[in-house]
C-alpha cells in the first residue's frame, strides 16, 4: 500500500498565491490530488494509506473504498488522461459521498463537462464495445415476436427507412426499466415482463416505439447537459396511437 506524499506546491515568479496554486495542481499525482481533497474535507484527520487505481471497466465508473484505514480508489481507464481539475472534481464528488459532505456543484458540473465531451463519448463508446457484455436473447419470445413488432411499427411510423438493431428480452422480469436503447451494441432490449399473453399486444408496442424513436432522436450533448428526451422525441412520441392506454397500462404493470 503506498502512503501519500505530501502535495508539492510549485511556485512561479510574479505569480500570485492563488495562482501558484493552480499551477501546482498540474504537478501532482492521481494520489496527491486525493490526499489535497481529503486534507479540504477532513482537516483534523490524518490523511489515510491512499492507493488509486486505473481500470479496465467497461464504462466511465469510478469507485472509493475505506478499508481497515486504509484508502483505496478505483477509476476507469478512460480517465487517465483526463486533466488534472477533472480528476480533482472526482475526488470531491467520491471523498464527498464517501463521508456524506455536501459537493459544491461546480465539481459535478466539471465532471459532467469533461465525460460530455464528444471525444471522451466516442472512446467511451468504443470502450464499452470491445469489454462490455450484453446478452442479447434473440427476438422471439414466449407470446411475441419482437422482429414482427419493429418491422410493423417501421412501416406504419418510420416510413420503413429506419435500420433494425439487435433485439431481445431481457434476462428478468424487470419491473422498473420496461425497456432500453444501447447505442453501444445497437440493441433493443425489451423487458421480459411484457412478453405475457396478458399484456395487450398495444402495451409491448408502445415500449418498442418508444425505444425505435432512440435511434431518430440521438441523446443529446450541450456542454455538461445530457438530454435524452428532446423536444422532437416528445413530439413524435405523441403520435403514437391510443399513447393514453398503453400508458395507463404500463402504470399497473
Avoid at 478499508?67 to 475526488?91: C, F, I, K
Avoid at 459537493?103 to 463508446?125: C, E, F, G, M, P
Avoid at 416528445?234 to 396511437?241: S, Y
Amino acid at each position: 500500500m503506498q502512503q501519500v506524499t505530501a502535495v508539492n506546491r510549485v511556485r512561479y515568479p510574479k505569480m500570485s498565491m492563488s495562482e501558484g496554486l493552480q499551477s501546482s495542481l498540474f504537478f501532482e499525482s492521481p494520489e496527491e490530488i486525493f490526499a489535497r481533497v481529503f486534507r479540504e474535507l477532513k482537516p483534523r484527520t490524518p490523511v489515510p494509506d491512499l492507493r488509486v487505481d486505473f481500470c479496465q471497466f467497461a464504462n466511465a465508473d469510478s469507485f472509493i473504498r475505506l478499508n481497515d484505514g486504509r484508502l483505496h480508489v478505483r477509476m476507469s481507464d478512460l480517465l487517465s488522461g483526463a486533466p488534472a481539475p477533472v480528476l480533482e472534481a472526482l475526488a470531491h464528488i467520491l471523498l464527498g459521498k464517501l463521508y456524506r459532505r455536501p459537493i459544491a456543484r461546480q465539481y459535478n458540473h466539471r465532471y459532467r463537462l469533461y465525460l460530455n465531451r464528444k471525444d471522451v463519448r466516442r472512446q467511451a463508446q468504443i470502450v464499452r464495445q470491445a469489454r462490455g457484455r450484453k446478452f442479447i436473447s434473440g427476438p422471439q419470445g414466449e407470446h411475441y415476436n419482437l422482429d414482427q413488432i419493429f418491422e410493423r411499427l417501421n412501416a406504419a411510423h418510420f416510413d420503413g427507412l429506419l435500420g433494425r438493431p439487435e433485439l431481445g428480452w431481457s434476462r428478468r422480469r424487470a419491473r422498473h426499466m420496461l425497456g432500453h436503447f444501447d447505442p453501444a451494441h445497437n440493441a433493443i432490449i425489451l423487458s421480459r415482463i411484457l412478453d405475457q399473453k396478458t399484456v395487450p399486444e398495444i402495451a409491448v408496442e408502445y415500449v418498442m416505439f418508444h425505444e425505435m424513436l432512440h435511434l431518430r432522436h440521438p441523446v443529446e450533448h450541450n456542454g455538461a447537459r445530457r438530454c435524452v428526451h428532446t423536444k422532437e422525441f416528445r413530439a413524435d412520441e405523441k403520435q403514437f396511437p391510443r399513447l393514453k392506454e398503453a400508458k395507463e397500462y404500463l402504470k399497473r404493470l
